[in-house]
């Protein structure tokens, strides 16, 4: 009978293994104690990182950045449910389960659906490591803070500013003058002579669409023909 059992232990143990565990975990099953109430108090330092955590989160859901803020609670929530002999385990999590699908996919290195998950699992342990979910250049953004950094980085069109009189006095005669040295630049980008300027060719069409209402045309009589030649 404990032949048996030792036998099949052994053929348990080489089935987990394949799922990722390591046999150093396995004598601590056989022990009875495993199964008792773990009386372990949480070590200080962990206490310490989830209040951290807390806290970052809470300000995250304060400035309505959501994703980031359910990332930092679920860490703070982790770190207050590890003992203090394993501090660092719910940081390890992706750690071992990229040791989990690694070993799983040895046996079977053409199964696409574990190939997938591995990869994504090194992906989100990548960020982990990098502590993107710290830095505030990788933050989501709300639609307006999106539009003022474009804006900041690249600078506002004056043609869209002017035509409409957003922020500025209206005026079609600087917008109309604005859309001609738009639409004079090189049809190609100036980044690779195989990518079409798309800006020329919007130009070009709200220069005719204005000619076609007949806006600003007294001083644009030749673009004028053009267009209704087209048309």
């Known amino acids: 009978m404990d032949a048996e059992i030792i036998q099949r232990w052994s053929d348990l143990s080489e089935i987990l293994v394949v799922f990722g565990d390591v046999t150093s975990v396995f004598s601590e099953l056989k022990d009875d104690n495993v199964f008792n109430k773990n009386s372990e108090s949480i070590n200080d330092e962990s206490v310490n990182e989830a209040l951290r955590l807390n806290s970052l989160a809470t300000q995250a859901h ?40 690694e070993c799983a996919l040895a046996p079977d290195p ?59 006095k209206k005026d079609h005669k600087a917008a109309f003058k604005l859309y001609e040295q738009a639409a004079d630049q090189s049809s190609h980008s100036s980044l690779s002579s195989f990518l ?32 209704y030649l087209i048309l």
């Open 196 to 227: 079409p300027n798309l800006g020329v060719a919007e130009s070009e069409h709200t220069l005719r669409l204005k000619c076609a209402e007949r806006a600003v045309v007294h001083k644009h009589l030749k673009l004028y023909l053009q267009v």
């Open 62 to 101: 304060k400035n309505a950045k959501f994703s980031n803020a359910i990332l930092l609670f679920t860490e703070a929530i982790a770190l207050l449910n590890v003992s203090a002999h394993d501090p660092c385990a719910a940081l390890n999590k992706y750690e071992k389960a990229i040791t989990s699908y």
């Open 110 to 168: 053409i199964n696409t659906q574990i190939q997938k998950t591995l990869f994504e699992s090194q992906l989100v342990h990548g960020r982990q490591l990098r502590q993107e979910h710290l830095d505030p250049r990788f933050q989501p953004k709300t639609m307006p803070e999106n539009s003022n950094e474009m804006r900041e980085q690249f600078g506002a069109d004056p043609t869209r500013l002017a035509d409409p009189g957003l922020d500025v």
